[in-house]
């Protein structure tokens, strides 16, 4: 599957769910909305030519982790909560590319969402230390830092 079918789908996937009771009752749902832009923004940044090589390899170690079938949390098993773990690499990293390409970051936030991008980025990571816990999300860190970074 390409990353703008999977976009497409995950989007469609998530708004379903948004649609349903539960998703209409569930206090999280935001943290989930965001999870296709994210992934759109990431996809995105690695392909773009302003974006040095350096900073490509740690966002295709993003990018690998979305796609991994066994992660911390697996899509497989716990279905659209498993994807809260691809949403916390994901908005560490590109919190990590604001000071250095920030503009690149926002071009393409703006083009999904019109939600400031600095408090999105604080409210999901303030929301997902409440859903999975701080230590969970050091976890999240320090195995990528390990695996795609060092």
């Not at 599957?1 to 998703?23: C, H, P, S, V």
């Not at 098993?77 to 994807?83: E, V, W």
């Not at 690499?89 to 969402?113: A, F, I, K, P």
């Not at 409440?130 to 990528?144: A, P």
Request: without cysteine; proline residues 3%; hydrophobic residues 45%.
């Amino acid at each position: 599957m390409n990353a703008e079918n999977f976009y497409t789908k995950l989007r469609k996937r998530i708004k379903n769910w948004e649609n349903t009771e539960k998703g209409q009752k569930h206090k999280y749902v935001e943290y989930f909305l965001a999870i296709p832009d994210i992934f759109y923004v990431v996809f995105k940044l690695e392909f773009d030519p302003r974006i040095p090589i350096e900073t490509k390899l740690k966002l295709g170690g993003v990018l690998f982790y979305w796609f991994m079938p066994i992660d911390i949390i697996p899509e497989a098993i716990f279905g659209l909560f498993g994807y809260l773990d691809d949403l916390a690499l994901s908005v560490l990293v590109l919190s990590g590319l604001m000071n250095s390409h920030g503009d690149v970051v926002e071009e393409y936030w703006n083009t999904v969402s019109n939600k400031d991008i600095l408090v999105t980025f604080q409210n999901i990571i303030e929301g997902l230390n409440n859903i999975i816990g701080r230590g969970l999300l050091e976890r999240i860190k320090k195995m990528y830092n390990t695996k795609f970074s060092g």
